[in-house]
């Protein structure tokens, strides 16, 4: 059972245009809530962070708005731009057994056309 | 430059062979994990580490083994028990505080497994 699911799994939008890709969770222990970017090849990087009592985070272009009482949390990326391709990655994270366990949504490739 | 280094790149495994991933860190980060990456199905965690000599199961240990006998290296051998094990294989590294979750992860550029 997925803990973390992410939709779409696929996005293509034009320079400027606004992707927004969706997350929901089931557990009410989550407590820390990351978006992690890919690009092709490489690692995923943290690119934004909210925790729950937050509704909403801005850093720079990329925006997280967090809906607890719905159980879900979305990544807006404003003007989006050709160099903003790459999958991202949505996750929450438990401590369990004074481990901090991460759970990942299953991806989203975004293609921006110039 | 400081940061995690997964070789190689690419590995090809024959059938009933095990094989090793690298997985070496300067950040003097206490935690290591290693995740698996299939497409469509984003990240899962194989072992993790929070201490030298220590290591516990994720959620898809079966056919894999760890070692962390210091604590820059966490190599992981994809065994011949292993029945799927061509994927995208991830480690990364924590500062392991244990108390909070805000940890970040930094991860390595990955290992492309493949079988023969």
């Known amino acids: ?114 | 430059d400081g940061g995690i280094t997964q070789s190689p790149k690419y590995l090809f495994r024959k059938e009933g062979q095990n094989v090793t991933l690298s997985c070496e860190q300067n950040l003097n980060h206490d935690a290591m994990y290693w995740y698996r990456q299939d497409p469509g199905q984003g990240l899962r965690l194989i072992y993790y580490s929070q201490i030298v000599n220590d290591f516990q199961k994720g959620d898809i240990a079966e056919g894999y083994s760890v070692s962390r006998e210091k604590k820059e290296s966490f190599p992981l051998t994809v065994t011949s028990a292993q029945k799927n094990p061509t994927a995208f294989y991830l480690c990364a590294s924590s500062m392991g505080q244990g108390t909070a979750t805000n940890e970040k992860l930094f991860f390595g550029s990955g290992t492309q497994l493949s079988v023969l």
Request: glycine share 8%; net charge positive; aromatic share 14%.
């Open chain 1, 1 to 114: 059972q997925q803990q973390v699911k992410q939709s779409p799994q696929s996005l293509i939008v034009q320079k400027g245009g606004i992707p927004i890709i969706n997350c929901a969770y089931e557990n009410t222990a989550f407590d820390y809530f990351p978006w992690y970017q890919q690009f092709p090849g490489k690692g995923p990087a943290l690119l934004i962070a909210i925790r729950p009592d937050v509704s909403e985070k801005k850093e720079g272009r990329f925006t997280i708005s967090f809906n607890k009482s719905a159980k879900q949390f979305s990544l807006h990326i404003m003007d989006s731009q050709p160099g903003d391709s790459a999958t991202y990655f949505c996750a929450a994270s438990i401590l369990e057994y004074n481990f901090n366990k991460f759970y990942f949504g299953s991806g989203t490739k975004l293609n921006v056309k110039p």
